[in-house]
């Protein structure tokens, strides 16, 4: 009973704040309030790309914990509709040492996979319900060779309790706006947590190849646990 209550409590919490209508006041519906102006201002300039490589002010970081409180009152546009999630990310060369057991993830040989732990420092991440949209952030950041990064895409299975958003939602969402329109198609999904997780890591062998001055005891790790030449 009391679970119940908290939860119709929260749900009048968030009509207070968004009505019945979430970013939006298409023709006959409610007006958007201050609040969620503000709310949705924080959500676009997460969208927009523009903190992808800084630590994200308190206004926006608040706003999508806001948001979550609320997929009760807005199943169908905050509740996450896929399950499996990809993000893609650098490695350092002591993570790659820390798993056990790479593999090649086919007879193919251009990918190799091993289990570990993902933490992010971020309070709240973007993640794809795409590998391949995945797999392109994962190299979007000019350094990655010269600094001994490896570009890899994390396959984890988060706490729904901690997932944000409908990807259909979030594509319309981006259209609306300019300065989110060509992000539209990323299939993205936001966590908002830094809890560990555990998930699988996958590294395309091309990347690893293109890596300037691997260390040697990489590079027998991999050969040891994957059979991975670097050096074919």
């Known amino acids: 009973m009391k679970r119940l209550l908290e939860h119709l409590l929260q749900e009048d919490d968030c009509a207070k704040v968004f009505g019945n209508v979430l ?3 298409p023709p006959g519906a409610e007006i958007d309030l201050a609040k969620e102006k503000e709310i ?3 959500v676009q300039s997460f ?5 992808t490589y800084r630590s994200k002010p308190e206004n926006v970081v608040n706003a999508f914990r806001q948001l979550l409180k609320c997929k009760g009152k807005f199943p169908n546009e905050l509740q996450p509709n896929v399950s499996l999630l990809y993000r893609g990310v650098r490695m350092k060369e002591a993570d790659i040492l820390k798993v056990k057991d790479w593999k090649f993830v086919d007879e193919t040989k251009q990918e190799i996979v091993g289990t570990g732990t993902y933490t992010s420092k971020y309070p709240i991440q973007s993640w794809s319900a795409s590998k391949i949209r995945a797999e392109f952030f994962s190299i979007d950041f000019p350094d990655w060779r010269a600094k001994h ?3 890899a895409v994390v396959i984890a299975v988060p706490d729904k309790e901690e997932m944000l958003f409908n990807t259909k939602f979030v594509m319309d969402f981006k259209r609306k706006m300019k300065s989110t329109q060509k992000y539209a198609m990323e299939q993205e999904i936001v966590r908002v947590s830094t809890k560990p997780i555990s998930c699988k890591f996958v590294l395309p062998t091309q990347y690893i190849r293109m890596v300037d001055g691997l260390s040697q005891r990489t590079i027998d790790h991999l050969v040891a646990t994957a059979g991975f030449r670097v050096r074919a």
């Open 23 to 25: 970013f939006g006041n």
């Open 40 to 42: 949705r201002k924080a």
């Open 47 to 51: 969208f927009s790309d523009k903190l």
């Open 149 to 151: 990064l490896i570009p």
